[in-house]
């Protein structure tokens, strides 16, 4: 006489089966459509970053700027050898230390935009890519 109802029961319980397991895999297909985007986005970024480079160092083919700035990171180097200039050398290091902390990140900024070392910005305290 009730034989119907365990074939109904059955029946309810499988399709909220189902539908909980469609819940699930649309939410991992989200998740992983969610991780596709971040990497391509990633990807991307570093495409542009790579290309910023290469067309910095292609405007700079006929400027001295890039010689200036290798000239005056080497000189303190140079300079260190030298007896008679180590005294400056070391003198000036102590005055660029007390210059504002500002000045500094801007010294080096340009620095890395002569040398086309945009890529090594993300490197920088306040720009650390949280992974």
Same mark, same amino acid.
């Given at each position: 006489?009730?034989?119907?109802?365990?074939?109904?029961?059955?029946?309810?319980?499988?399709?909220?089966?189902?539908?909980?397991?469609?819940?699930?895999?649309?939410?991992?297909?989200?998740?992983?459509?969610?991780?596709?985007?971040?990497?391509?986005?990633?990807?991307?970024?570093?495409?542009? =970053? *790579?290309?910023?480079?290469?067309?910095?160092?292609?405007?700079?083919?006929?400027?001295?700027?890039?010689?200036?700035?290798?000239?005056?990171?080497?000189?303190?180097? =140079? *300079?260190?050898?030298?007896?008679?200039?180590?005294?400056?050398?070391?003198?000036?290091?102590?005055?660029? *230390?007390?210059?504002?902390?500002?000045?500094?990140?801007?010294?080096? *900024?340009?620095?890395?935009?002569?040398?086309?070392?945009?890529?090594? =910005?993300?490197?920088?305290?306040?720009?650390?890519?949280?992974?």
């Amino acid at each position: 006489m009730w034989s119907w109802l365990p074939s109904i029961i059955g029946g309810i319980f499988g399709f909220a089966k189902d539908w909980i397991v469609r819940k699930q895999e649309h939410g991992i297909r989200l998740e992983e459509a969610k991780v596709t985007a971040e990497i391509a986005r990633i990807q991307a970024e570093q495409v542009m =970053i *790579g290309d910023a480079d290469v067309a910095s160092l292609q405007a700079q083919e006929r400027s001295w700027k890039d010689e200036f700035v290798v000239l005056m990171i080497f000189a303190p180097y =140079i *300079g260190s050898f030298i007896p008679g200039l180590q005294v400056y050398v070391k003198a000036g290091f102590v005055i660029l *230390g007390a210059l504002p902390e500002w000045y500094q990140w801007a010294l080096i *900024g340009t620095i890395a935009s002569v040398l086309a070392l945009r890529f090594m =910005i993300h490197l920088l305290p306040w720009n650390a890519k949280k992974i």
